[in-house]
């Protein structure tokens, strides 16, 4: 597998310092994807690639019976997001595993609601794992995918009409974009539904 560097991965102390600055530099992606999500207190809502945990925190501040599941590939990120969630876990709120996007250890139609912001770009195969998320969303489910926007290498790819195109690909209706920012921090909330 190729390197995914801190952001993609992130590990050891170093990867606790890219994660303060995800914090710091995300926070506008972090509150309108939850916002677009329209939580509901009993959602069962699956986050991917939840770095330190604050968007998670922003979650389970709207959720009363029902949870938050999360999933990340770093170990590091599972430590630093289990301290900052452990009011919430353990009030069987949130729930946190180590695992990949690309295959989900959840049963089909598992969630109401499923959120990823600033992982897409790490995804070998974003279709496919796009489709994961799909499987296990239930009927008339929400998926919201965020992402930064701009002209480096990665966003020529990972752009907002792409996302769109690969979500309609894997069945996704009424896929809409919300774009956000302004010059040099512009990001687009992708939003589709089961
Ligand atoms: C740039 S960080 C963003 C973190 C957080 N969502 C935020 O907005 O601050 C990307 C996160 O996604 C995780 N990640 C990347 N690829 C992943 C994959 N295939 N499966 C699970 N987690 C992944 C990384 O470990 C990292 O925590």
């Known amino acids: 597998m190729a390197d995914l560097g ?4 992130p590990k050891g102390p170093l990867g606790k310092f890219f994660g303060w600055m995800m914090d710091r530099y995300n926070k506008l992606e972090h509150v ?7 939580l509901q ?3 069962r809502v699956l986050e991917i690639g939840y770095g330190t945990g604050q968007a998670m925190i922003l979650s389970a501040e709207k959720i009363h019976d029902g949870k938050i599941v999360g999933v990340d590939h770093s170990i590091t990120m599972f430590e630093v997001a289990s301290r900052k969630n452990n ?4 009030r069987g709120i949130v729930e946190l595993h180590v695992g990949d996007a690309e295959s989900l250890d959840f049963s089909q ?10 992982c897409i770009y790490f995804w070998t195969q974003p279709e496919s794992n ?3 998320i799909y499987r296990v969303l239930k009927d008339k489910g929400t998926a919201v995918i965020a992402i930064r926007t ?12 792409n ?3 690969w979500m309609e690909n894997c069945g996704f209706k009424n896929v809409t974009i919300r774009r956000l920012g302004k010059r040099k921090h512009k990001a687009s909330v992708i939003m589709g539904e089961k």
């Open 6 to 9: 801190q952001f993609g991965k």
């Open 32 to 38: 309108e994807t939850i916002k677009s999500l329209d």
């Open 41 to 43: 207190p009993d959602d």
């Open 87 to 90: 009011n919430w876990i353990d």
């Open 109 to 118: 139609s598992s969630f109401d609601k499923v959120y990823s912001i600033h």
């Open 130 to 132: 796009l489709q994961e």
């Open 150 to 161: 701009g002209k480096g290498e990665v966003y020529q790819k990972f752009t907002d009409t």
């Open 163 to 165: 996302v769109k195109k």
